[in-house]
């Protein structure tokens, strides 16, 4: 059939922007109203008759006499958990269409909530994807144009053999289904026939609504060009404005839509031809996800490929009289207890001779090669900085060890890393020495690989002095290195290029969630953030700042963030070997210090400890969180206790940021800019990243705008992988380099994230996520609380978990045994004002000394799910 060019089958362009036609409501013969949680779904009594074990009674109700209408409904109640049978579910999803346009809101969020509850991922899916048709102005956050349209991906996971009904508007928008990896792309055309596999039709103008089946393995369905033409496979073109219900009536059962071939290899390369479940064998055009990524609000910066010693301490001035661009006689290091400083210079001149004393000693030079490991099992100390850029100037790879570890942890580390040397201290060497024995090492074997300092023996720094020390029993001494290279300093080994992605860094994960893995750091991810972090914060960029340096050096906090940072940023850093209340406050009034990186147990201290009470802590006015959540409430009580002593308009900045030991630390910051406006958030990414928030495992589903979802992260600081570990690091790390941190966040408008909490942390009570972090917070604003942890407690019973919290009573000496269990009562019910239902704590509180947690301020709730089963065990069943 020839094209038609009369006025009367010319093609009828449709207003995209008219309203939408009038649509009557359905109402079936038989129709009743079916209360669930509160909200009111009209629903099919022949529908829902398969269902008859759960609606036993409903099927009583009698049979109105005349059609229904909005007025003689019979109204029944969803009977107990019915609502478990998602075939149900289901069919309660696809009544909803029968509201057009007027569908409420309240009835999709309805049914999310039950296909969480009950953790029906198939069924929650298909929900979002109707939030995704009939709310799309709740989605502009994943508009993109392309070709001139609108696309709005929404995909769906339908179970093998499972048909489900799926809302489309014939618009510009795309439905996605992630099983079987097929798209469909609905253009503006007018009107777009389907069939149906049971052999009815559907003809629909552009801005209809229409119905479509969706099959596990078929689309019963086509897409047709912009052309509007409708190719059937007696050859026979239609011009789709004849397309009318006569016509249909005469088409033939079979039917075949196509392509026009050159429009699609034009606008749409990846579309081909589509099988409309009707035909048979016809080829499956793929796409690719569709995905919504995040980016930083600051441009991105450029990154520097070399070794990071080189990249430290290089002069940028023709004189040379500067260090990494500062004066080279400024202060780098300071021991908080001594006074002992360490300046710029003398930093690079003893790393260089500690480099130096490596390769040349008798016990290190074969060990000490480039590219070998050496492992530091030590607390802060001024030698660290010297040890650390030394071992890096040799070209080693550095491994750092909790220095309270015990031999058995230790030997771990050890092993696993490939170590051949180890850095530790006079008071590490009992453990040390038990390592060396559970691997079954003889002692003079040992002594070759080890090098020995004290944590108050370096006054030499200042005067490159040195004094040969008996306490180390024989080992290698720190100074004997130093001593070696006091004639020939000798060069760093370089890195440059594609050498900057050798590893530099073996840093272990916490452990919270399962064996400690070696995480490879490199030169390049290193370089990359201190670039992309150095204008975070421009209040602090003049580089005269003192940095209190608590947290541990061996943790990557501390070994990026104190170690490397304020280096780079010409910063000085304050060195205390642990974190004491009166020494960190007695360091603050001494030194005047500005800055102090923290996590939230210092707040803690800060919001409650007596002793800040008695130091002049007014110069302290900006304070970084970061290894653990931190709570709003804390900021604000911080805040209010440290403002209270000052003068008006003094200021107090708290903020946060968010990274891990996969990411060299760095993935969000909130600037001290943002601080009061975001309380409680860890801010936005910073330059050089981009993040996804994923809503399943897979990544194949976007979480909505302000929906919590996974985290997965991009950049130049994420790392290399896991160390001879390919398996974890395949799951970690997506093909196309995605790292899955692990960590379910939510996004605001403006771009600000939470961490709402790890995703294997999440408790499940009867299908609602319970975050432990939100408790948590909580319950740190009881005023009798001074820290507390929540796990969730398995009940057999209810088959489901249970949220505990482990407490630790603010004034311990005033709580006795006995009244233990009553304060532990107490608190739950203090909670219950203050949260919903499924986050109460049903597991039980525990009053305890202290919470367990890693050097980082990590709670180990491993610790506390085993000392939960062990009370459990004896004590009988969880709590309700």
Not at 132 to 145: G, I, M, R
Not at 247 to 272: F, K, S, V
Not at 640 to 645: G, I, V
């Amino acid at each position: 059939m020839a094209e038609a060019n009369t006025s009367a089958t010319k093609r009828k362009r449709v207003d995209s922007n008219a309203p939408l036609p009038p649509r009557p409501l359905w109402l079936p013969y038989g129709d009743i109203i079916l209360k669930v949680e509160g909200v009111d779904f009209r629903v099919n009594r022949d529908v829902l008759a398969k269902h008859s074990t759960v609606f036993a009674d409903m099927f009583s109700v009698p049979q109105p006499t005349n059609p229904p209408s909005m007025d003689n409904v019979p109204t029944v109640e969803l009977p107990g958990d019915s609502a478990k049978d998602w075939t149900l579910l289901l069919d309660l999803f696809y009544d909803p269409y029968k509201y057009g346009e007027n569908m409420p809101l309240a009835m999709i969020q309805t049914m999310l909530r039950l296909a969480q509850k009950y953790d029906m991922a198939g069924v929650r899916k298909h929900a979002v994807a109707l939030i995704h048709l009939e709310f799309p102005s709740t989605l502009s956050a994943y508009d993109k144009t392309i070709a001139g349209g609108r696309w709005v991906p929404t995909r769906l996971a339908p179970q093998a053999g499972l048909e489900l009904e799926l809302l489309i508007e014939v618009d510009t928008y795309e439905i996605r289904t992630s099983f079987p990896a097929l798209a469909l792309q609905c253009l503006k055309v007018n009107p777009l026939v389907l069939r149906r596999k049971d052999g009815s039709r559907i003809v629909a103008s552009s801005r209809l609504r229409i119905k479509l089946a969706v099959a596990a393995q078929k689309i019963a369905s086509h897409q047709h060009d912009t052309f509007g033409w409708l190719k059937f496979d007696d050859d026979s073109v239609i011009p789709d404005a004849d397309c009318t219900d006569e016509n249909c009536e005469t088409m033939r059962p079979q039917m075949h839509l196509e392509l026009i071939q050159g429009w699609a290899e034009q606008h749409y390369p990846l579309l081909a031809l589509w099988d409309n479940g009707l035909l048979g064998a016809t080829s499956l055009a793929l796409h690719p996800p569709m995905t919504q990524i995040y980016t930083s609000p600051l441009p991105d910066v450029p990154i520097c490929e070399t070794s990071i010693f080189t990249h430290l301490f290089a002069s940028q001035t023709p004189s040379k009289a500067d260090i990494g661009g500062f004066p080279a006689s400024a202060p780098a290091y300071i021991d908080a207890v001594s006074g002992t400083s360490l300046s710029r210079a003398q930093l690079r001149d003893l790393a260089l001779r500690f480099a130096f004393g490596l390769r040349n000693h008798a016990n290190t030079a074969n060990s000490a090669k480039r590219g070998e490991v050496v492992l530091f099992h030590a607390p802060n100390a001024l030698a660290w900085p010297v040890a650390l850029c030394g071992s890096i100037a040799a070209g080693l790879r550095c491994t750092l060890a909790n220095s309270a570890y015990t031999a058995r942890e230790l030997a771990h580390q050890y092993q696993d890393s490939g170590a051949k040397l180890l850095i530790t201290t006079v008071e590490g060497i009992p453990v040390v020495r038990a390592m060396f024995a559970e691997l079954g090492m003889d002692e003079k074997d040992a002594m070759r690989r080890v090098i020995v300092f004290g944590l108050r023996e370096l006054r030499w720094a200042s005067e490159l002095g040195f004094t040969l020390r008996n306490d180390a029993g024989g080992w290698a001494r720190f100074e004997e290195l130093l001593g070696m290279g006091s004639l020939q300093v000798g060069q760093e080994e370089k890195f440059e290029g594609g050498e900057s992605h050798e590893t530099v860094y073996l840093c272990y994960s916490s452990g919270t969630t399962g064996k400690p893995k070696g995480v490879e750091t490199s030169h390049r991810n290193l370089t990359a953030v201190l670039a992309m972090m150095r204008h975070l914060f421009p209040s602090l960029a003049s580089g005269n700042n003192t940095v209190l340096g608590i947290l541990p050096f061996y943790h990557i906090y501390g070994a990026t963030l104190l170690l490397m940072n304020p280096f780079y940023l010409g910063w000085t850093v304050l060195i205390q070997s642990q974190f004491e209340p009166v020494q960190f406050c007695q360091a603050i009034e001494k030194y005047r210090v500005a800055l102090a990186f923290i996590v939230p147990p210092v707040l803690v201290v800060l919001a409650r400890h007596p002793i800040v009470d008695k130091h002049d802590l007014s110069s302290l006015e900006y304070l970084l969180s970061a290894a653990a959540p931190l709570g709003g409430e804390l900021v604000k009580q911080v805040k209010t206790r440290l403002l209270a002593k000052r003068k008006p308009g003094s200021r107090c900045l708290i903020t946060q940021g968010y990274g891990l030991t996969e990411t060299t630390t760095g993935v969000y910051c909130l600037t001290f800019a943002d601080s009061a406006r975001k309380v409680g958030s860890v801010g936005t990414l910073i330059p050089n990243l981009q993040a996804r928030i994923v809503d399943d495992e897979d990544g194949l589903v976007d979480a909505l705008p302000g929906a919590p979802g996974e985290l997965w992260v991009k950049g130049p600081n994420v790392m290399k992988g896991y160390l001879g570990n390919v398996t974890a690091t395949k799951e970690t790390i997506t093909p196309d380099g995605w790292f899955k941190t692990g960590d379910v966040v939510v996004q605001d408008k403006d771009g600000f994230v939470w961490v709402v909490d790890r995703r294997k942390e999440l408790i499940k009570y009867k299908g609602f996520q319970v975050p432990p972090a939100e408790l948590e917070a909580l319950l740190l604003t009881h005023p009798d609380i001074a820290d507390a942890a929540v796990i969730g407690v398995e009940s057999a019973e209810q088959a489901t978990e249970l949220p505990r919290a482990y407490v630790v009573h603010a004034r311990p000496q005033e709580l006795q045994k006995q009244d233990e269990p009553g304060f532990g009562r107490s608190v739950a019910k203090w909670l219950e004002s203050r949260v919903a239902k499924h986050k109460y704590l049903r597991g039980g509180v525990v009053v305890v000394d202290v919470v367990p947690k890693s050097a980082a301020g990590k709670i180990l709730r491993r610790e506390l799910r085993d000392r939960a089963k062990a009370e459990l065990a004896v004590g009988g069943r969880a709590k309700l």
